[in-house]
């Protein structure tokens, strides 16, 4: 009998946890930004950024999701070239994990021309948030 | 412009990746219904299916094969596939709850054979109905907690 309750159970914890992950993966939350909110520089990056803003992509090798969020990003940044986009390998790069508070693979940060992180996109991006949190940080873009 | 090093990956059909995922959910839920001594057998069997996914590559996944040998050529050609580092990821954390669950029922603690199984048993129902990714989730987690 225990273990019925426990498949049942097992049901139900994914069932929820899996619907609240497929709503709010993927979408960007814009972050507030103040004169002492974090940035990036092309000396922190080791990859210069781009003119108007830039996609800061952390990675994994065992992230699936990861892939597809490079290749979506690529295509954006591909027809725009002052925007760039900086994949990392995120266990190569733990300092800027701690520092951003990264959790999981994929985050994206969008980062304005000045290196401010303007939108913070977790799990495989989706394409029209990109292009919205885009807009919003580089009008002329 | 986009940076990064391409290296070569190993490639899998995600449709048999979702196939792993249901046949392991259906055998953990069997063993626990069954519970720690008439499913033990059942939990052994998947135990060592999760032992050859993680140490000797999916293709040597028992159920990975069956999709291949009896699923797959009854189906089209997929029409993406994924690296085969990830799920080969999720098949070792596999592996590691559910030695826990064996120990849980050899030396009868009954506890901890429900808890180890009923977790690995949410993450085969979340593979196999939202094609969730585990190492995106713990990998990271895991590699800033061992830096500490």
Same mark, same amino acid.
């Given at each position: 009998?225990?273990?019925?309750?426990?498949?049942?159970?097992?049901?139900?914890?994914?069932?929820?946890?899996?619907?609240?992950?497929?709503?709010?993966?993927?979408?960007?939350?814009? &972050?507030? &930004?103040?004169?002492?909110?974090?940035?990036?520089?092309?000396?922190?990056?080791?990859?210069?950024?781009?003119? %108007?803003?830039?996609?800061?992509?952390?990675?994994?090798?065992?992230?699936?999701?990861?892939? %597809?969020?490079?290749?979506?990003?690529?295509?954006?940044?591909?027809?725009?070239?002052? &925007?760039?986009?900086?994949?990392?390998?995120?266990?190569?790069?733990?300092?800027?994990?701690?520092?951003?508070?990264?959790?999981?693979?994929?985050?994206?940060?969008?980062?304005?021309?000045?290196?401010? &992180?303007?939108?913070?996109?977790?799990?495989? %991006?989706?394409?029209?948030?990109?292009?919205?949190?885009?807009?919003?940080?580089?009008? %002329?873009? | 412009?986009?940076?990064?090093?391409?290296?070569?990956? !190993?490639?899998?059909? /995600?449709? =048999?990746?979702?196939?792993? *995922?249901?046949?392991?959910?259906?055998?953990?839920?069997?063993?626990?219904?069954?519970? /720690?001594? #008439? @499913?033990?057998?059942?939990?052994?069997?998947?135990?060592?299916?999760?032992?050859?996914?993680?140490?000797?590559?999916?293709?040597?996944? +028992?159920?990975?094969?069956?999709?291949?040998?009896?699923? !797959? +050529? !009854?189906?089209?050609? +997929?029409?993406?596939?994924?690296?085969? =580092? /990830? +799920?080969?990821?999720?098949?070792?954390?596999?592996?590691?709850?559910?030695?826990? =669950?064996?120990? @849980?029922?050899?030396? =009868?603690?009954?506890?901890?054979?429900? #808890?180890?199984?009923?977790?690995?048993?949410?993450? *085969?129902?979340?593979?196999?109905?939202?094609?969730? $990714?585990? @190492? $995106?989730?713990?990998?990271?987690? @895991?590699? !800033?907690?061992?830096?500490?």
């Amino acid at each position: 009998m225990t273990g019925l309750w426990i498949v049942l159970a097992a049901v139900a914890v994914a069932l929820s946890f899996g619907g609240y992950r497929a709503l709010t993966d993927g979408r960007a939350r814009a &972050v507030r &930004v103040d004169d002492g909110s974090p940035r990036l520089d092309a000396d922190q990056l080791g990859e210069p950024l781009g003119r %108007a803003a830039t996609f800061v992509q952390f990675s994994a090798t065992v992230c699936a999701p990861c892939r %597809a969020t490079h290749k979506l990003l690529a295509e954006v940044t591909g027809e725009q070239p002052s &925007v760039g986009h900086v994949d990392i390998d995120a266990e190569h790069r733990l300092d800027l994990v701690e520092r951003f508070g990264i959790t999981r693979t994929p985050t994206v940060l969008v980062l304005d021309a000045g290196g401010a &992180v303007r939108h913070r996109i977790v799990g495989a %991006a989706r394409r029209d948030e990109v292009v919205d949190a885009l807009a919003a940080v580089a009008p %002329a873009a | 412009m986009s940076h990064t090093a391409t290296v070569a990956v !190993r490639l899998v059909d /995600p449709r =048999g990746l979702r196939f792993v *995922a249901s046949v392991t959910a259906a055998l953990l839920i069997a063993a626990l219904l069954l519970g /720690p001594v #008439a @499913g033990l057998p059942v939990l052994i069997v998947q135990a060592l299916a999760f032992g050859a996914g993680a140490l000797a590559g999916l293709s040597y996944q +028992p159920w990975s094969w069956l999709f291949r040998t009896a699923v !797959r +050529p !009854r189906l089209g050609a +997929p029409a993406e596939l994924e690296p085969a =580092g /990830p +799920p080969r990821f999720a098949q070792a954390v596999g592996l590691a709850f559910a030695v826990v =669950g064996v120990i @849980g029922a050899l030396a =009868g603690w009954t506890t901890l054979f429900y #808890a180890a199984i009923g977790l690995a048993l949410v993450a *085969a129902l979340l593979n196999a109905l939202f094609n969730f $990714c585990l @190492g $995106c989730e713990l990998y990271l987690l @895991g590699k !800033r907690v061992l830096a500490r």
